[in-house]
C-alpha cells in the first residue's frame, strides 16, 4: 500500500479497478474513460509502483533456471537468481532490482548476521524490497556495513544507509560503522582502525555468516569513489592490472588483491576476509562489469549471484 501521508490520484485507483477486479482491457477503459490506451497502460504501471496494486506470484519457478543450474555448475555456485536483459538502461535496472529482491530474501532466510558492502545495485534492490515489503525472517538478522562512510552531500549511497534500511524491510538491528571510507593515508587509516568502537565493527563485519554486495568495474567515468582517489592511484591500480573492486577493494582477473596506496587508505574489510565469510551474495550484471564479475565467480568470492540474461550468457560463454 502507498506509505503513510502519500496522496494517491484517485484515478489511478479507479482505472486499477476496472482492469483488475471488472478485468476490463486497457482499451475498453480507455474508451469508457475518454483517455489513450498508452494513458491506461501508464497509469496501470503508476499503480503497481505505489503499491495500489500488488501483484503476489505463488511458486517457485524462476526464470532462465537451465541458464541459472549451467552458471551455477560452472562456478560451483550455491544459487542463481537471473533477470531479463533490456536495452533501455532504467528497464534492466529495475529488473534486476526485483530479480535480485528475491535473490536476498532468499539468502537472509538463514541468516543471522550480515555484512553489507558499498553498491549502487544493492541500493536499488533494497529500495524495490521497501515498496514491496517481505515478511521478515523468524529469527533476529543484525546488518552491519563492510566498510566506513563518508559525509558531504550524497551522490552514491553511503555504506551507512544500507543496514539501516535493510533493518526497515527484514527487522532485527543495524550497527554503526562509526569511521570514514577511507583516510588520507595509510598511518591515519591504521590509527582509525585502532580505536574501540571501529576495531569492534571490523570484528563484527568478519564475522558474519552472510555478506551482500556489488562489484564495480573499471570505469573511472562512472565509478562512486573517483574523487576521493589521486591521479597517481588510478594510474597505479590501472598499471597493476585491477579489473574490478568491491567496497574500494581492487582486484585482479584472478582475484588477488591490487596494492596501491588507494587500499592502504581504505576502511574495511580485506578481500581475504570478506572471502571467509561462508555465504556471500553479489548483485552485478552489464558488459562493463564482465571482466570483473569474471573474476569475481572464478577466484570463489562470491557463493551466490544475481545477474541478468545477457551477462549469465557472456559469462558461459567465456571457456
Known sequence: MPEDGERVDPAVVVIAR?????????????????????????????????????????????????????????FGLDGVWISPSFARPDRAAESLAVTGGAALTRVLADASLVAVGLSSVLAAVVHHLTRTPVTPPERPISFVPMAGGWGGWLQWPNPAELPARLTAVFGGRALAFPAPLLATDAELAGRIAAMPEVREALATAAAADTAVFGVGGLNWATYALRSSMTDAERVAVTAR?????TSARFFDAVGEPVDST??????????????AIPRRLVVASGPHKLVAL????????????????????????DR
Open 241 to 245: 592490472h585491477a579489473v574490478g573492486d
Open 262 to 275: 588507494m587500499d592502504r587508505r581504505v576502511i574495511g574489510l580485506t578481500l581475504a576476509q570478506m572471502r
Open 294 to 317: 569474471r573474476a569475481t565467480l572464478a577466484t570463489g568470492l562470491a557463493t551466490h549471484l544475481c545477474t541478468d540474461h545477457d551477462t549469465a550468457v557472456a559469462l558461459l560463454a
Open 18 to 74: 476496472m482492469h483488475y477486479e471488472h478485468r476490463m482491457t486497457h482499451q475498453e477503459i480507455a474508451d469508457q474513460l475518454g483517455l489513450t490506451r498508452v494513458k491506461v497502460t501508464r497509469t496501470l504501471a503508476q499503480a503497481r509502483e505505489l503499491g495500489v496494486v500488488e501483484i503476489t506470484i505463488r511458486g517457485d519457478a524462476e526464470p532462465f533456471a537451465e541458464l541459472a543450474v549451467d552458471l551455477g555448475a560452472r
